[in-house]
């Protein structure tokens, strides 16, 4: 049972450049939810997703796009890379709303 | 909308001497609240989260909070803290009905512990 995986560990991309970021669970969770971390600050909701085919927007959404196709995966695309989206992301998940959400380990980006 | 205050940035405890983590809320009726512990490097943990009931709540690691709902409070307490327990502390809050799964986070605690 690995939990929440996140691919990959550190990126860096250009200015305009396009990225995918891998989520993985395998705990047949519902919910899934993407966050970000910038430093000194607590993480922000970016986007969620309460089961396969349905997503929804959190607190920062803009720059970014999700899909949920399986239970298991829900990547997080990001399109025009702009500096302002350097952070570290973290991807979650839980088989309820109100459930313990399960961290992956985060993936650092940096644009440049 | 939903917010989380964490009060103090940094604290610093000598191990073995007692430690409360501050978190004030603001959220328009009977909140989830969750407190979870990040460790460089690595994704965030639950340490404990209420609910519902008893508002002491108890966690892993030796931790408690406790919720007063009449100060719009969630603070973190542990009694002896210990060398480990060194890491930065989110307080979040989860909303319930049609805002459900958008939980806000705190900005940290970051906690040293000195020899």
């Known amino acids: 049972n690995a939990g929440v995986t996140q691919t990959p560990k550190f990126r860096i991309l250009k200015i305009g450049q396009s990225m995918t970021l891998q989520c993985t669970q395998d705990?047949?969770?519902?919910?899934m939810y993407w966050y970000r971390q910038d430093p000194g600050m607590g993480l922000k909701l970016i986007y969620y997703s309460v089961g396969a085919g349905i997503t929804d927007k959190g607190e920062v959404p803009n720059g970014y796009n999700v899909s949920r196709s399986t239970t298991e995966d829900f990547p997080l695309r990001l399109e025009l890379a702009a500096p302002s989206q350097t952070s570290v992301y973290f991807c979650?998940?839980?088989?309820?709303?109100?459930?313990?959400?399960?961290f992956g380990p985060g993936t650092r980006l940096t644009v440049l | 909308a939903q917010s989380v205050t964490q009060p103090d940035i940094h604290i610093t405890v000598s191990e073995g001497a007692s430690l409360e983590l501050r978190c004030n809320y603001s959220?328009?009726?009977?909140?989830?609240l969750f407190w979870y512990v990040q460790s460089p490097g690595q994704g965030l943990q639950l340490l404990l989260k209420y609910f519902s009931g008893d508002t002491l709540v108890q966690g892993i690691k030796g931790f408690e909070a406790e919720f007063k709902r009449s100060q719009s409070s969630f603070n973190l307490r542990k009694p002896s803290v210990h060398w480990s327990d060194a890491a930065e502390y989110f307080c979040?809050?989860?909303?319930?009905?049609?805002?459900?799964?958008?939980?806000?986070f705190g900005d940290g605690t970051t906690l040293t512990v000195k020899p």
């Open positions: 979650a998940s839980s088989f309820g709303l109100d459930d313990t959400q399960y």
């Open positions: 959220y328009g009726a009977t909140p989830y």
């Open positions: 979040a809050v989860g909303a319930r009905g049609t805002n459900a799964g958008k939980s806000t």
């Open positions: 705990m047949n969770h519902n919910y």
